[in-house]
């Protein structure tokens, strides 16, 4: 286990002085150095440790480690000892002192449940894998609003966008689609879901239906939906 000193210190009336930590304080990541001496019972209370399972930046971590250092957070935020870190290029993390991870049994056990599973809260990594679809889904509706093209079908189509979100939502369950998650948000190409979003329009606006009879649907609901509208 790695461990870290706190090092932090301000410029106060001409000369430098040591910073304390106070309780529920945020802390800068770079004020804690790695300590590479012998870790002994009476330094518990100058030592630090941090965890790569509540840490990540802009370039590093995901959804995992961003719901496990809000989860921890929210629950230890304001024990004695436990600080919230922050860092250039969005780096966030959680330094525990020491003497605190020993003693506090609620956050030993916390941390110690990581090393057989690494997610603290499933529901929390859904949630902030979801507020990333959906920022991400705003491309996606301003990319397929550009490349829909319908006007062999329907000379008059207007590309509407909260209808084309609204599909674009259902094709992807529909086409069994899986989002990828990087350090910070979600993608999913556009192109993998426009054929659905372009069945579903033309089922909805076509006036001749049979001109589409020959059309190779994107998914087995999209077919039907045309066969049940083709039967009507």
């Known amino acids: 286990m790695n461990v870290f000193t706190f090092e932090g210190n301000s410029y106060v009336n001409g000369e430098w002085v040591s910073d304390t930590l106070a309780t529920g304080s945020r802390c800068s990541y770079g004020d804690f150095k790695k300590f590479s001496g012998a870790v002994t019972e009476d330094l518990w209370k100058s030592l630090y440790i941090l965890r790569d399972e509540l840490t990540g930046s802009d370039y590093s971590g995901g959804s995992v480690q961003r719901s496990n250092h809000k989860v921890f957070l929210e629950k230890f935020k304001d024990v004695e000892g436990v600080h919230n870190l922050y860092g250039g290029m969005g780096t966030y993390s959680v330094t525990i002192r020491l003497d605190v991870y020993e003693n ?7 941390l110690d449940s990581l090393e057989d599973y690494p ?4 529901d929390v990594v859904s949630a902030i894998e979801h507020e990333w679809e959906v920022e991400d889904m705003k491309d996606i509706v301003h990319s397929l609003c550009n490349h829909i093209n319908l006007e062999d079908y329907v000379p008059d ?3 509407d966008s909260d209808k084309i979100e609204a599909l674009a939502w259902e094709g992807i369950t529909n086409l069994n689609l899986h ?5 910070t948000s979600a993608y999913l190409d556009y192109k993998s879901v426009q054929p659905y979003v372009e069945d579903i329009l033309l089922i909805d606006n076509c006036k001749e239906l049979p001109l589409l009879i020959n059309r190779a649907w994107s998914c087995e609901e999209a077919r039907r939906l045309y066969l049940e509208k083709f039967q009507e």
């Open 104 to 110: 506090n049994s609620d956050i030993k056990e916390t």
């Open 119 to 122: 997610v603290l809260d499933g």
């Open 179 to 183: 989002w990828a998650y990087e350090n």
């Open 157 to 159: 189509y207007e590309p």
